[in-house]
Nanobody, 131 residues
């Protein structure tokens, strides 16, 4: 069972930056083959549906971003450390949300298209952009 834990959220002023981290492990304690999984970052604001923010392929060679964050957010991964990151710059009030990292049910190379394909989720980390 894949386990994901997010960290790095907090309160930041508009125009500021945050770096979110997603740590991956297994509940069995066995070594984690993170390089088999693409990882996505999602967010959900109060009263809104969960949306995909960004996703990175299992090798890190392919990334995609929601139009609303292109040019401001950067996703990256370090498979040796079982970590995935989301660097967020030029933050806006509308970026405020709970941010989640997630992995698909099945090992694959490319990011799945659609939230239903992601079966392993972290507990989320709150990002608040406010002056």
């Amino acid at each position: 069972q894949l386990q994901l834990v997010e960290s790095g959220g907090g309160l930041v002023q508009p125009g500021g930056s945050l770096r979110l981290s997603c740590a991956a492990s297994t509940s069995s304690g066995l070594p984690l083959p993170l390089h088999y999984y693409p990882i996505g970052w999602f967010r959900q604001a109060p009263g809104k549906e969960r949306e995909e923010v960004s996703c990175i392929s299992s090798s890190g060679g392919s990334t995609n971003y929601a139009d609303s964050v292109k040019g401001r957010f950067t996703i990256s991964r370090d498979n040796d450390k079982n970590m995935v990151y989301l660097e967020m710059n030029s933050l806006k009030a509308e970026d405020s949300a709970v941010y989640y990292c997630a992995a698909p049910f099945q090992v694959t190379y490319q990011c799945p298209k659609g939230i239903p394909y992601f079966g392993f989720w972290g507990q989320g980390t709150q990002v608040t952009v406010s002056s």
